[in-house]
């Protein structure tokens, strides 16, 4: 499949979403943990992989084949670091959220606009959970 008719079928696939895809955080260093339930039996972490491209409003993270020479790798945590240039185009920040589709070998990501009441409403109900995880871990 050549580049055009690889852009064409992202691009059929982005218009064809209907659903909410899995909220991430972007990090101060520009990375985004992709969802182990997408990376199951997909991702060797540390060896996969990847090329990251901007196509409109989306990011898009392509797993390449082993004898790829891209010097980009999915890190041993499920980490993707998004290229500095597309996220200023993007205008992603750290900590803005990020909704993950994933279709075939492609991770498609968009920053979700939420308002601020949302938002904070989301890092609250983060906050008990890691208390919860902290607590059930001191028992």
Known sequence: ???IEKLKKIERVINSINFG???RRVDELGRIVLPIEY???KIEEGKTKLTVYQLGDYAIVELLEEQAKSKKRIDELGRAVINKEIRDNLEW???DYVEIWNVE???ILKKLSVDSRIKKQIESFERDILEDIKVTIQE
């Open 21 to 23: 895809g899995i909220l």
């Open 93 to 95: 920040k750290s900590g």
């Open 105 to 107: 070998k492609y991770y």
């Open 1 to 3: 499949m050549n580049e």
């Open 39 to 41: 990376r199951k039996g």
